[in-house]
Nanobody, 120 residues
Framework: VQLVESGGGMVQPGGSLRLSCAAS????????MSWVRQAPGKGPEWVST????????DYTDSVQGRFTISRENAANTLYLQMSGLTPEDTALYYC??????????????WGQGTQVTVSS
């Protein structure tokens, strides 16, 4: 399993970013996929999940209505469109294979992460 995130960076409050995750080493279209994040000094937090087909999505309450998870199975790629960013969204964002908070249990199925910093 290889997951490679990109698209992070520094943005001002209220700004937007789009994260991407390139997947390889497994049959991407068969698996639910998630984004998790870890802020400095805090434990990992599940952010969002999309089902294998892309038909269903789920979000943690703090990002509902601001973040959109999507996937392109033909390209083995997962996305996270983030808007209305706040300093509380500052974290290392990981792409993870699996669904829900269960993804927090096994870091072997995470990528290396991409840093998102929201600051004025």
């Amino acid at each position: 399993v290889q997951l490679v995130e990109s698209g992070g960076g520094m943005v001002q409050p209220g700004g937007s970013l789009r994260l991407s995750c390139a997947a390889s080493g497994f049959t991407f279209r068969y698996y639910d996929m998630s984004w998790v994040r870890q802020a400095p000094g805090k434990g990992p937090e599940w952010v969002s999940t999309i089902t294998s087909s892309g038909r269903r999505t789920d979000y943690t309450d703090s990002v509902q209505g601001r973040f959109t998870i999507s996937r392109e199975n033909a390209a083995n790629t997962l996305y996270l469109q983030m808007s209305g960013l706040t300093p509380e969204d500052t974290a290392l964002y990981y792409c993870a294979r699996g669904a829900g908070i269960g993804t927090l249990k096994n870091r072997n199925y995470w990528g290396q992460g991409t840093q998102v910093t929201v600051s004025s």
